[in-house]
């Protein structure tokens, strides 16, 4: 076994795969652990590999996100090629998957992370081309989940003077069909493979799995992917179904156009209650391009405004202008606009009345369905904190359906429900 690599120490052998294997190894100048890639004699024989592995440096060295693995250095050491990159702790998606350990809703959320980490790479010109189980690393650090993408190694620039254009990489199961049929993939590709990821996760099962390549390939191209069944939507929304379907379209503008677009269906289909949309899906535009577009805005201190507002009007307008109840228990689809003109009501309040218990149990729910997570749990620290009591929360009926601890369900993360569960124990 390899015992050094440029400035690196090589520690022991962490995985092998068809361009090369991966080494743990240690910089004994900073002191720390990297992934180590190395990539295999025979691959490496000819400029056009070289010149593959250089482009892999040169596209995953551009990006930075953090569900994006960093890339620290690519060098050649007596002829070996190697790329050395943050090690990241965790447990391979595929893993995961065949253990049955996420939960529907953790599925979606972890998705949503990889096509965050997409969108950064899309933006920057880079396709990945292979985006598979065994390709995303699932973090759990005691109180969220983190999503990390791994292995750029087929992922091709935009426009670049070296090109592959025709040729295929990657793995069969979760290549987009006009990438079989052409060798051309766009953004969409990597967007299809995402769907089919959603499909396994869900279900343990690959929608166009067969018994050879072949196979494979005909039911990519032709066939439509099962239906879900009922359990494996326990805890989000039924028209994930939906989802799924225009995730796995076989024309790429029948599906979504930017990995933007598919995270957010992700994390709305989250909430029970979320339901498809299919006049919004056929409005969809075409793949965008040009500058960035801005940033989607991060759901902050939930104290904001509210305060700034809050103690000038009288408790008689706080009472007027929280939603009422009927209105927020609704089942009906609510859009992420009204959700956030409520969840700005309900703060303010609670600032002129921070006793409101219904007002706090309904935050919470808005919260909950805007998929804020982060602001759930400031909310309910917020609630607990102020002395408001758990029964009084769980007075609101669609509070007390966040957590049904006799039925043995949890629409929350785990930091969340044993939070959660914490506060109703006293």
Known sequence: MLTRLGKFDILRLLAQGSMGDVYVGRDPILGREVAIKVIQAAAAAGPEARER?????????????????????MGEEQGVLYLAMELVKGEDLGTLIRAGTLVPWDVLEVLAQVCDGLAVAHRHQVLHRDIKPSNIRVLWDGKALQAKVLDFGVAKIFN??????????GTVNY???????SGRADARSDLFAVGVILHEALTGEQPFDGPSPG????????????????AALRGISRDVQSLL?????K??????QTAED???ALRSAKDPTWRWDPERAAAAPPPRPGPDRPAAKAAGDESGSARARGGTLPRRIAAETAPSEEVMLSRAEVRKDVLETTRRQLLQAIEIDPGN???HAMLLVTLYRLGWMDALMQSLRRAREGGIPPSSLLEVPRCAQLVDEEAGTCRLPLELHQEFMAYLAG
């Open 53 to 73: 592995f250089a482009r892999e440096a040169r596209a995953a060295g551009a990006l930075n996100h953090p569900n994006i693995v960093t890339i620290h250095e």
């Open 160 to 169: 670049t003077d070296t090109t592959d254009e025709g040729t295929v990489f």
């Open 175 to 181: 290549m987009a069909p006009e990438y079989l049929q």
């Open 215 to 230: 196979s494979v390939i005909y039911r990519l191209l032709h066939d439509l992917p099962p239906p879900l069944p009922p």
């Open 245 to 249: 379907n225009r995730a796995l379209a």
């Open 251 to 256: 024309d790429p503008l029948n599906r979504f």
């Open 262 to 264: 598919l995270a957010e």
């Open 357 to 359: 218990a219904k007002a």
